[in-house]
């Protein structure tokens, strides 16, 4: 991300605790899906139900709410049958980090203004303890 004076702003986990990219989107992903799908104004719901039987070709189509909810279940759990940590405390975030995490995700402007829900700093914040 682009701090405005031409030099990038690292994200939150990775550039704070030096977390991989890939393994710090795998830690939070579940959590911003679910706060997506959460508003059905956003019609998130609708457009990971449609992902899914791409991604998990048996998932099924049990109704837009049901598949979206097994699509998250399912990549959430793949962390896990990956032998990926699942917890952002299980990488050295502590409690106490979580409030920073959510002002330093505020800035990242670039990926908020893509997501197809508003968040807020009380959301991302409620993001980061689900994670956590």
Same mark, same amino acid.
């Given at each position: 991300?682009?701090?405005?004076?031409?030099?990038?702003?690292?994200?939150?986990?990775?550039?704070?605790?030096?977390?991989?990219?890939?393994?710090?989107?795998?830690?939070?992903?579940?959590?911003?899906?679910?706060?997506?799908?959460?508003?059905?104004?956003?019609?998130?719901? #609708?457009?990971? !139900?449609? /992902?899914?039987?791409?991604?998990?070709?048996?998932?099924?189509? %049990?109704? *837009? +709410?049901?598949?979206?909810?097994?699509?998250?279940?399912?990549?959430?759990?793949?962390?896990?049958?990956?032998?990926?940590?699942?917890?952002?405390?299980?990488?050295?975030?502590?409690?106490?980090?979580?409030?920073?995490? #959510?002002?330093? !995700?505020? /800035?990242?402007?670039?990926?908020?203004?893509?997501?197809?829900? %508003?968040? *807020? +700093?009380?959301?991302?914040?409620?993001?980061?303890?689900?994670?956590?």
């Amino acid at each position: 991300e682009l701090n405005g004076k031409g030099a990038t702003r690292p994200y939150p986990v990775g550039g704070t605790f030096h977390v991989p990219h890939g393994l710090s989107n795998a830690l939070v992903l579940p959590h911003v899906l679910r706060f997506n799908a959460a508003d059905p104004a956003t019609g998130a719901h #609708a457009l990971y !139900a449609a /992902l899914a039987p791409y991604v998990f070709p048996d998932i099924g189509t %049990e109704g *837009t +709410q049901k598949t979206c909810a097994a699509f998250i279940d399912r990549l959430a759990a793949l962390s896990e049958k990956l032998g990926l940590q699942t917890k952002l405390r299980e990488v050295g975030i502590g409690e106490e980090h979580l409030e920073k995490l #959510a002002a330093d !995700a505020m /800035l990242q402007q670039r990926l908020l203004v893509n997501n197809p829900r %508003e968040v *807020t +700093q009380a959301d991302a914040l409620a993001i980061y303890r689900q994670a956590w």
